[in-house]
Structure formats: C-alpha cells, structure tokens
C-alpha cells in the first residue's frame, strides 16, 4: 500500500509539475523575447511545494469521509490559489464569467424585467422603460406562472432569469397571475439598455445626476443625460450639478475617467502602478469643460469605491468639485480579467491606483470636504416629470449639496473627521 501511494504522489507530483512547466513554456512563447527572458528567470515553483500538493489531494482521496471527485478536488485547488492573494482576484466559472461581462457591458438580451423570489415562485419587481415587457404590459406584482410552457420555484430564480433572456428576435411565452387573473404575453426579446445613470433638475438652473455603477455605456449616458439637463436649464446652462456616487460599487474604470474628464481642462485623473506594461498608466485629462466652470457636488458614502472613488478624488484634487456625505469604501486596487479555456476567466488585481496627488485610498477612502452624519438609507426615487422637484427635499444630503452649490450654509454638515490610519 505504501509502495502504491508514493507511486501516486510522484504521478501526481510529475503531472503537476509538467502542467506548470506547459503553461510557462506556452506563456513565454505568446511573448516577447524581452518578456520570455524575464519569464524564464521566474522560479519554479519548488518540489517540495509539488509534492506536499500531491500528497494532500492523495489523502484527501483516500481518507476523506465522502468520496471526493478529482475534477472537483482542482476546481477547488483553484479557486484557492486565486482567491487568497487578497479580497478582489477569484478564478470565475463560465456562469460567473458570463454575469460578469453582463454587469459591466450595459446591456443584454431580454425582454426587461427585474424579478424576485418569493414564497409562490417568481414574481416581477419592474419592467425597465420602453423595454419588450414594458411594451407588452407586463407589471410590478405579476407573479410568473410559467415561461415557455415551465413553473419555477423560489429557489430557481436564476434558472427563470436565464429563460427569460436569449437570441434577439426569438420569442417568449409567459403566463402570470395579476391579482388572482392569467394573464398570457408572447413577447420578442431584444436589446435592453440596463441604465447606470438617472437624472433631473433640482431646481430650474441647478441639475442632479445619479450613477448607480460604470458600465461600457456609462460614459455615453452621462453625457447624453447632461446635455439633456441643460436644454432643460433656464438659459440653456446650469449653474451647478450634483453628482450622486452614493452606493455606487465601481465598475469599468475607463468609463470613470471619461466622466471626470467632462469637467476637467488640465490635470491628471488617476494613475496605477504594477508589474506588468499595462499595469504602469496615468490618465491625463484633455481641455474641456462641459459645464464651463459651474460649481460641482459630488455625494458619496460607505458603499462608493473603486470607480466611484477615482472620480470623486480626480474632481477633488483638481479643485473642480466639493464632495459632501460620508467616508468612502476604500478600494486603491485595479482588476483584470482574463478569458481562460472553456468560457472560464481569471480576475487578478493587477495593479493599485493612485489619485491626482498621489495618495493610495485602500482601506482608507476619501474623506469628503462637507461630512454629514445621516443614517444609511436606499436612495430615494426621482422626481417624476409631471412633478415639481421635491428630491432636495426628501434627501437631505442633495438638499446640503445643493444649498452649497448656491453659496448658502451648509447645513446639518458635521466637522470634517481624520483619516482612519
């Protein structure tokens, strides 16, 4: 027996071994000489290490009180490896991989309904704007009966989501229950805009922007949402605006700086540092200022980081914008991802960023200029068109902001706290 688990352990270890020695030689052939001869000089990765690995998966197999799936035992082996360099990098599978690209593209294919678990299966919470479900009348409250023929219960709310979506221009039969009535809609599916950014006026010169996450798309929206805001203004300009960044996660970086970008004539928006080429960036912002040097609000709390703390610290540190609200997440690291074999990718942080003034904000934040002590709360919805601005009022934090955007005191603002170290 003991004969036999040293043979397997140096199989294993043999395997192993030669698995890593592929992929380095695959790696350094992909690029160039320079960066071959840098990767040639990389250690490898000790015998020992490779032994003790086979070792452990050996007794695993052998000992363990379940019978364990080899394939399973490397996915988890994976997983592992990644996910303990720090908070940020995982090993995704082709699922996560595929949620991934569709939270950051700003877009998917659809019919356009956000829907919930609940105790009788899946029931609608919306439908968005001008979407195919919106079109064919689908509700906020329809509890999904079927789709295409299918029931669904609570705990397959992810297998009711992706029968919603497919192929644009394919259809999709769903049966609902709208209080105690069926009801039955065959619709197309089609390209459905998933919006990062809200807006409206807060008062006839002053204008209010939401961005929810980066997207691929953010930036354009923003843009379009700002022009559209000035057309609104008295005179065709505003006087001021508010950007809300509150619980915004991050997202795309780029789209991050193009925002900033908007307001900024001169200056850098963010830098990063690390290993690779690519790693090593500074963002530069090229002349133009979209509002012309009208006063800017930047709102922020405990859930912005990442993207959402690269503009609130490009528009600060240039001196375009006073930030109000609370400290921020602080997240100073930038993640890649890399498409692997088999729909599978590898989310690596690469690099860590830097603000205009050179600070690092991990597990630091930014501390805003105007600190108000309010307790955390959803953000509320906007104001619909057919009604007079009440936003400022229902939400304090907008109402300090845009008391400061007009010169006036800030009020319910609490002294500015240190840094935590």
């Given amino acids: 027996m003991i004969s ?26 992909e690029r160039s000489a320079s960066s071959v001869a840098a990767v040639a000089e990389t250690p490898v990765v000790p015998w020992e290490d490779a032994r003790l690995l086979a070792e452990i998966l050996q007794r695993v197999r052998e000992y363990y009180v379940d019978p364990v799936d080899d394939h399973q035992l490397m996915r988890q082996a994976m997983h592992g490896m990644v996910e303990g360099l720090d908070d940020y990098s995982g090993f995704l599978e082709s699922d996560e991989y595929a949620a991934l690209k569709l939270m950051t593209s700003g877009s998917y294919a659809g019919i356009g309904i956000e829907v919930e678990a609940v105790a009788d299966g899946v029931r609608v919470t919306g439908s968005m704007t001008g979407s195919p479900a919106a079109r064919a009348g689908v509700r906020a409250g329809d509890l999904i009966v079927t789709i295409d023929g299918r029931r669904f219960g609570a705990d397959q ?62 930036a354009d929206e923003f843009a379009r949402e700002l022009v559209r805001l000035q057309g609104r203004a008295h005179g065709n300009t505003l006087q001021g605006l508010v950007i809300d960044l509150r619980n915004n996660p991050g997202g795309v970086l780029d789209a991050a700086v193009a925002v900033a970008d908007n307001f900024l004539e001169q200056g850098v928006i963010v830098s990063g540092r690390g290993r690779s080429e690519d790693a090593a960036f500074i963002e530069q912002a090229e002349p133009g200022d979209l509002l012309s040097g009208a006063r800017i609000a930047v709102l922020v709390n405990g859930g912005s980081a990442s993207a959402a703390e690269i503009l609130a610290a490009a528009l600060r540190d240039n001196n375009r914008a006073t930030l109000y609200g609370r400290r921020t997440y602080g997240k100073g690291s930038v993640q890649s991802v890399m498409p692997l074999s088999g729909g599978q990718a590898l989310k690596l942080t690469t690099a860590n960023y830097y603000t205009p003034k050179g600070q690092s904000l991990n597990q630091r934040g930014i501390t805003p200029d105007v600190v108000i002590n309010v307790d955390e709360a959803p953000l509320p919805d906007l104001d619909t068109a057919d009604d007079a601005p009440t936003l400022a009022r229902r939400d304090s934090v907008i109402g300090v902001a845009l008391q400061g955007l007009r010169g006036g005191p800030h009020l319910a603002a609490a002294p500015r706290r240190p840094r935590r170290s």
């Fill in 157 to 218: 709310l992810d297998a009711a989501v992706n029968s919603v979506r497919g192929e644009p221009g394919t259809r999709v039969r769903l049966s609902v229950l709208r209080e105690g009535q069926p009801l039955d809609f065959d619709i197309v599916r089609s390209e459905v805009e998933l919006p990062s950014v809200a807006a409206q006026l807060l008062a006839p010169d002053y204008g209010y922007l939401r961005i929810s996450s980066f997207t691929e798309s953010t």
């Fill in 4 to 29: 036999r688990t040293r043979w397997v352990i140096a199989l294993l270890a043999g395997v192993m071994l030669g698995i890593m020695l592929s992929v380095a030689g695959r790696v350094m052939a």
